[in-house]
């Protein structure tokens, strides 16, 4: 299944209307009350990639197809949602089929759209999300410690196991999230094997409004300190203006831009974002039927990164002739590239980097 990202929030805070400018459509209902979504919509975002049209260009592609990010919008929460209160646990199921988390933070007033928390406060509304994301995970651990104590008096080698969950319930206490360990520990490990949600990594978007694009108000400064102390990212943008631009054609949009002062859309900026938060990667390949991101993750090596265009090309893999971007730029033929000495032939071992414009060869 492909990686998704889970776009989660408090009810009103504009989770729907960002989806729905992200997809281009209107099937995620945007509404001013609570629970407006109650079953989760699914959409397929184009991450950016500048480097496409300028490889098309060169071999005279007759299409472009860029990598994609899945996200998912998901209902309101609420306090109490880890007790049933709102959607409860539909909400939290929903979360943790998804890989990562992208948190709204509603960061304008708006006397006609309501706040379950009566006013934004962006602190306030993420410590709600974090909380109840805690107390779910807390009730998970819960009830497989006790499974776990029983396992591993049978067998001694899961008490490390043991130990590790029981960490992670002590740092749950603790207000920390399971992602606090390091990637790489046994507790991670153990948070995986029992879909923490605490676990996921986070996406923070403060959702302005379109007097506050461009300017570091109080509320987008919360936003950004809540990300230095987790350690995380935040994006910046306003759902009603990029729905708004989603609506547009390319020039008229990119004109209203212009008069916003907006560099470049906020909505991209956001799939780039989620597209790195998964720990996703691109490699290049680049003919005259297509110029192709293709999206993997950071560390596949080159027969999984040749799986992911047939199966075939993995079983039958012999070598990945690579070129680098920058290269291909510089000398924009195959021939001229082949000259230079610049294309490179890897083995099964080579760890694809991001960038490697790639012809595979394989036995069919």
């Not at 209107?26 to 950016?48: D, Q, R, S, W």
């Not at 708006?110 to 709600?128: F, K, N, T, W, Y």
């Not at 109840?132 to 006790?146: K, Y």
Request: charged share 25%.
């Amino acid at each position: 299944m492909p990686l998704s990202c889970g776009i989660v929030g408090l009810p009103n805070v504009g989770k729907s209307t960002i989806f729905n400018a992200l997809t281009r459509s209107a099937h995620a209902l945007a509404a001013n009350y609570p629970f407006a979504t109650i079953e989760p919509n699914v959409g397929e975002v184009a991450v950016p990639d500048p480097r496409l049209p300028v490889l098309a260009q060169f071999v005279n592609a007759r299409r472009i197809v860029p990598a994609t990010v899945r996200f998912v919008d998901i209902a309101g929460l609420v306090r109490g949602a880890s007790a049933g209160e709102g959607l409860g646990n539909a909400f939290l199921s929903h979360i943790r089929e998804t890989d990562a988390i992208v948190m709204v933070l509603r960061c304008f007033e708006d006397a006609d759209v309501s706040h379950v928390e009566g006013h934004p406060d962006p602190q306030r509304d993420s410590e709600i999300v974090a909380i109840e994301l805690a107390l779910a995970d807390l009730a998970t651990l819960r009830r497989r410690i006790p499974k776990l104590e029983r396992e591993a008096r049978a067998n001694p080698k899961l008490r490390e196991h043991l130990a590790a969950a029981q960490r992670l319930e002590a740092a749950l206490e603790d207000a920390k999230p399971a992602r606090s360990f390091a990637p790489d520990s046994l507790e991670a490990a153990v948070a995986a094997d029992s879909f923490l949600l605490t676990a996921k990594p986070v996406l923070y978007v403060a959702n302005v409004g379109e007097t506050e694009l461009g300017s570091d108000g109080a509320q987008v400064r919360a936003v950004h300190e809540i990300t230095r102390r987790q350690g995380g990212r935040a994006v910046v943008l306003s759902g009603k203006v990029e729905a708004e631009l989603a609506g547009l054609s390319e020039s008229e949009a990119a004109e209203f831009r212009r008069e916003l002062g907006m560099e470049r859309s906020g909505l991209d900026e956001l799939a780039a974002a989620a597209y790195d938060l998964l720990g996703l990667m691109t490699f290049l390949t680049a003919g005259e039927k297509e110029a192709r991101a293709w999206p993997i993750r950071r560390g596949t090596k080159a027969p999984q990164a040749a799986g992911t265009i047939h199966g075939d090309i993995e079983r039958g893999f012999i070598r990945a002739e690579i070129v680098s971007y920058d290269d291909y730029v510089e000398y924009r033929t195959m021939e001229e590239l082949r000259a230079a000495g610049r294309v490179r032939s890897e083995g099964r071992e080579y760890v694809m980097q991001e960038g490697d414009v790639v012809n595979f060869r394989f036995n069919v």
